[in-house]
């Protein structure tokens, strides 16, 4: 077995375990819910930081790659959202959702430790640089949209909030987003030059370490508590567009923009990973899609070890 393969089928192996151990009773539900909660809360927040504290921006910004990454976001989101709506006749609040589904990749529980195994520590600087702008502009987009849906559908638009409101929503998310706060942290730190103490170096290369397994064992304990009820010919539809038309889409804008080869490996990895929770988060606030949205993270996860190890193999092809 190649080392690639190998490394693939750990990672996917891993959340295999994680969803074993929930099938098996031996961790309840709730042991996910606090595992998942210090992989984002303390681990991966403590990795974004040692990252970016070492990355060399060379003076300017990767727009392409966001040109790239966000191109495809925009071509699936807007594919799923036709096709829920007009195939199988759901309102537009369940279009926002099966659009969520389908673009919004699940960059941190299994990017990270994907990217740290398949393209080493400056394929996930690559990656830390889509988390930081991925975050806020999904939660930015996912606001306006639900405001919007919300009058689409005449529901009660007495939820509803102003435009100001809105923006206090959106900052608040932000700035109290510790993965948002690891990477600003991680920027600043690295602009003045200073090294780490050797403890706080030891300290945080520990609790950043872990971050990797904990977070894919996390995800295949919430995966069991998801699982799939409902909903499944569109969700198979969602995961189609997912796994299949969002890494091509990144890998087409990836040769018209002439990315670099490790960028643009990177950008069609990322968009061939399943989505991860926040769709579904997503959907409970609405009210509605909440079996599309898990049934879509569940089934694309499940196929993803095939499908993402394809993409990749194209990739390597092509750069």
Do not use: C
Request: aromatic share 10%.
């Amino acid at each position: 077995m190649s080392p690639l393969a190998e490394t693939i089928l750990f990672i996917f192996g891993m959340v295999a375990v994680g969803y074993g151990v929930g099938w098996s009773g031996a961790l309840k539900s709730n042991a996910g819910d606090a595992l998942s909660d210090f992989v984002f809360m303390v681990a991966v927040p403590l990795l974004l930081f040692r990252t970016m504290a070492q990355v060399e921006f060379g003076g300017s910004l990767p727009w392409f790659l966001w040109f790239t990454y966000f191109g495809a976001i925009a071509v699936t989101w807007t594919a799923s959202h036709v096709a829920i709506r007009s195939i199988f006749t759901r309102d537009t609040r369940a279009g926002v959702v099966a659009g969520l589904s389908a673009s919004f990749s699940n960059l941190v529980l299994l990017g990270i430790p994907f990217m740290l195994g398949v393209l080493g520590q400056d394929g996930f600087a690559i990656l830390s640089l889509l988390i930081a702008v991925h975050l806020p502009t999904m939660m930015a987009v996912s606001i306006v949209l639900y405001e919007w849906a919300l009058r689409q559908d005449s529901t009660d638009v007495s939820q509803s909030v102003q435009p100001v409101e809105l923006l206090k929503v959106f900052v608040n998310r932000l700035v109290s987003n510790p993965l948002i706060v690891g990477i600003l942290a991680g920027v600043v730190w690295g602009q003045t030059g200073l090294e780490l103490p050797g403890l706080l170096v030891r300290m945080v290369d520990a609790l950043a370490g872990v971050a990797g397994p904990v977070a894919l064992f996390a995800m295949g304990l919430g995966l069991r508590k998801f699982g799939i009820s409902g909903n499944v010919r569109p969700a198979l539809v969602v995961s189609t567009l997912k796994l299949f038309l969002m890494p091509a889409t990144a890998l087409l804008l990836a040769l018209l923009f002439e990315l670099p080869p490790l960028t643009a490996k990177v950008v069609v990895a990322a968009a061939s990973l399943p989505s991860g929770i926040n769709p579904y988060l997503v959907a409970t606030k609405f009210g509605t899609g909440q079996a599309l949205a898990s049934n879509a993270m569940t089934t694309a996860t499940a196929v993803a070890v095939v499908t993402t190890t394809f993409w990749l193999f194209v990739a390597n092809i092509v750069f």
